[in-house]
């Protein structure tokens, strides 16, 4: 009876999720068009660049542009620029990001970079400075989930998550997320993977 049981609600959360999966699958229902955003999940206090900042957001809705741009290691470079949310003094955020060998970048996960333009030709960079802020060193790794490019190599779309370590300290940390031209999910979308899949879990700051 218990087997019986398990088997009957392995299906329905089978059931939920292909239906949460074919709703994802129209922009009109599921997802809340395509966003732009700078986001700092967390950060240390002792993260220069960060400020300690959490949970902070910046985009179109609270007046914020960006500039993308292709930078000389065959990159992605994002200006973000804004009036500073209230509590804050930071009105310009700026990241750039190098594949290994000058190659383009593409989706995948890249470890150990360097303060980008100064990394090694081996190693991916990364650069990132906030308003009057940057670090001498850096080091950590990011993982890009989108890429695409348009006819004349312009970026179209772009997302990536990465951890930064100021002056290669690992005390001085940053989680930080970019979106560009991609998709979010609605609220009621998260509901139902929450309640089908456990919730998403949030990305924290790597162990030593």
């Not at 900042?53 to 960006?66: L, R």
């Amino acid at each position: 009876m218990l087997a019986d049981y398990a088997r009957s609600s392995h299906a329905s959360v089978l059931v939920l999720l292909t239906s949460a999966a074919l709703l994802l699958s129209s922009s009109n229902v599921a997802r809340a068009g395509n966003g732009t955003r700078f986001t700092v999940v967390d950060s240390s206090p002792t993260s220069w660049v960060a400020r300690g900042y959490s949970d902070y957001t910046v985009s179109a809705a609270n007046g914020w542009t960006v500039e993308v741009e292709r930078n000389f290691d065959n990159g992605v470079s994002f200006d973000f620029d804004g009036p500073p949310l209230p509590g804050t003094s930071v009105d310009y955020w700026d990241v750039e990001f190098a594949a290994p060998f000058e190659a383009e970048i593409t989706p995948g996960f890249y470890p150990s970079f360097q303060r980008f333009p100064f990394q090694d030709s081996n190693r991916p960079g990364l650069g990132f400075h906030s308003t009057g802020r940057g670090d001498n060193r850096a080091s950590g790794f990011f993982e890009v989930f989108e890429a695409t490019y348009g006819p004349g190599g312009e970026v179209l779309s772009f997302s990536a998550d990465f951890t930064h370590y100021g002056e290669e300290n690992t005390n001085n940390w940053a989680i930080v997320e970019i979106r560009y031209n991609v998709p979010e999910p609605t609220t009621a979308m998260l509901l139902l993977f929450g309640v089908t899949a456990g919730g998403f879990s949030r990305r924290r700051r790597p162990e030593r």
